[in-house]
């Protein structure tokens, strides 16, 4: 096996055909001809001395060993991208690329201003969001589609190839409808017998319903609703008896149709934080964004 000689031009190959499922097409989105790109993965077959792709008449697909030097290519890709963009950047030239994952809360609170004063300085540097919270987010900072994250993370943390900087903590409420038999209910065991809906993975933020009734010494009410998007829960529990864990300020903007009730009970802070990889290198402009995020949320609590 010799990988010494292999060269980006047959990474990018590789990548192209996981991407567009066929020889031709990747040959296509390339620039080059169907020959010259099969001699070219060929090659690359023999360097590394098992097979990488799976030829069909449907196209092609990558094998386990194809998947594994594919991930390792979009590391590599991510990491020319950024080198390339810091160059850029080093010049004065405020251009390149921005990826980040943002959680719905802090999307809706501070990020959109930070955005807006990030633009007037780097106008021309493209900024690509993607909603997720913990644990998808995981996934995006394992293939390096991403620069940093802004959202909530476990409690245990996300471990020591991670670096975490807490922006703000926002305050969760029990959220109803309007006239709902329980609106004015002061404590949390009064909703023992009523349906909570989860929102957010179960081993990320959908947890909180679980952890809020254990710390009581309750049991956990019944879930039968799962939802993805904190938006989407604020118009259920409008038009239903559902009940759900709203952060404050949403249920304060949604005030028509949704109710807080006055539970006893101290419930647990949601944790916003900055999230960045020690394995990734960012490039200036992606620290200014990340600067213009902590200054927006640190000027949020005086509103």
Same mark, same amino acid.
């Given at each position: ?186 404590? /949390? ?18 947890? /909180? ?27 259920? /529990? ?66």
């Amino acid at each position: 096996m010799s990988l010494t000689d292999i060269t980006f031009a047959q990474l990018r190959a590789l990548l192209a055909v996981q991407r567009n499922g066929s020889i031709t097409s990747a040959a296509a989105a390339l620039g080059v001809t169907q020959p010259v790109l099969t001699r070219g993965l060929r090659l690359l077959e023999q360097q590394v001395g098992v097979g990488l792709l799976q030829r069909s008449a449907r196209g092609a697909s990558l094998t386990p060993y194809g998947l594994a030097l594919v991930e390792r290519a979009q590391r590599i890709e991510e990491e020319l991208r950024r080198a390339k963009d810091e160059l850029l950047q080093m010049q004065g030239k405020v251009s390149g690329n921005i990826s980040m994952a943002c959680s719905p809360i802090p999307m809706m609170l501070f990020v959109p201003e930070a955005i807006g004063h990030f633009r007037r300085t780097f106008t021309d540097v493209q900024v690509r969001v993607t909603e997720a919270v913990y644990p998808e987010l995981m996934n995006e900072f394992r293939q390096e589609s991403i620069d940093f994250a802004i959202g909530p993370i476990p409690e245990r943390g996300l471990g020591r190839d991670f670096k975490t900087t807490k922006l703000m903590d926002v305050e969760l409420v029990v959220a109803v409808r309007k006239g709902h038999r329980k609106a004015h209910s002061k404590s /949390i065991k009064d909703f023992l017998e009523e349906d909570w809906m989860v929102m957010g993975p179960p081993d990320g933020p959908g947890a /909180i319903v679980g952890q809020v009734f254990e710390k009581y010494g309750l049991q956990a009410p019944a879930t039968p609703l799962y939802l993805e998007t904190v938006w989407s829960a604020l118009e259920v /529990i409008r038009h239903s008896d559902l009940i759900g864990f709203i952060p404050r300020p949403l249920a304060l903007w949604a005030a028509q149709g949704i109710a807080v009730a006055p539970v006893v009970e101290v419930l647990p802070l949601l944790r916003i934080h900055a999230i960045t990889s020690k394995k990734t290198i960012l490039t200036p402009a992606a620290r200014a964004l990340i600067s213009a995020i902590r200054a927006s949320a640190a000027g949020y609590h005086a509103i």
